[in-house]
Antibody, heavy 117, light 111 residues
Framework: EVQLVESGGGLVQPGGSLTLSCAAS????????MHWVRQAPGKGLVWVSR????????TYADSVKGRFTISRDNAKNTVYLQMNSLRAEDTAVYYC??????????WGQGIVVTVSS | QSALTQPASVSGSPGQSITISCTGT?????????VSWYQQHPGQAPKLMIY???NRPSGVSNRFSGSKSGNTASLTISGLQAEDEADYYC???????????FGTGTKVSVL
């Protein structure tokens, strides 16, 4: 059974940093791209970032470029999202998701990140 | 990259059919047959309902169907049931810098 479990969320002050983790199981992690998608309170889904299977290709949404860093450890079956210079508008539930041929067929349960003083 | 445009809400009575539209551009929906639809109940993660415009994953009811014409994709729910009440999001691969774009979301209410 495919499972994606996010961790590392919480409350952080504006300008602060936080690193999210997503532990994967039930599939060959090193064969798949991994993505992060977020959802602000009461708002829609927004794509954030992606990383390819070996970590050599990375893309970010313009809203997080230069502040967020995605990475992965295939030995630990884990993808990370390091978030720096956090702003109030980064407050959201963050989901890691696994794409398979251009569709997101598995999602984590989501982790809450709150940026507030 | 702007979000795909969906109606904010759609409602119907049990047993009726409803259709949700999703309008993009010729850089996303119009360019690729990689349109997906996701159902999200409150407090839960999104669930894939339709992929590649009109394909249903195993386990998804055949009451859900998808189509596309030009820059607009559509999700139809037939035989509306109480458990279909949820938020629905479309998504498309895009040639833009974001690579994937989601819709604004549609709240489906069962009257």
């Amino acid at each position: 059974e495919v499972q994606l479990v996010e961790s590392g969320g919480g409350l952080v002050q504006p300008g602060g940093s936080l690193t999210l983790s997503c532990a994967a199981s039930g599939f060959t992690f090193s064969d798949y791209w991994m993505h992060w998608v977020r959802q602000a309170p009461g708002k829609g889904l927004v794509w954030v970032s992606r990383i390819n299977a070996d970590g050599s290709t990375i893309t970010y949404a313009d809203s997080v470029k230069g502040r967020f860093t995605i990475s992965r450890d295939n030995a630990k079956n884990t993808v990370y999202l390091q978030m720096n210079s956090l702003r109030a508008e980064d407050t959201a539930v963050y989901y890691c998701t696994r794409p398979d041929r251009y569709k997101f067929d598995y999602w984590g349960q989501g982790i809450v990140v709150t940026v507030s003083s | 990259q702007s979000a795909l445009t969906q109606p904010a809400s759609v409602s119907g009575s049990p047993g009726q059919s409803i259709t949700i539209s999703c309008t993009g551009t010729n850089s996303d929906i119009g360019a690729y047959n990689y349109v997906s639809w996701y159902q999200q109940h409150p407090g839960q993660a999104p669930k894939l309902m339709i992929y590649e415009v009109s394909n249903r994953p195993s386990g998804v009811s055949n009451r859900f169907s998808g189509s596309k014409s030009g820059n607009t994709a559509s999700l139809t729910i037939s035989g509306l049931q109480a458990e279909d009440e949820a938020d629905y999001y479309c998504s498309s691969y895009t040639s833009g810098s974001t690579t994937y774009v989601f819709g604004t979301g549609t709240k489906v209410s069962v009257l």
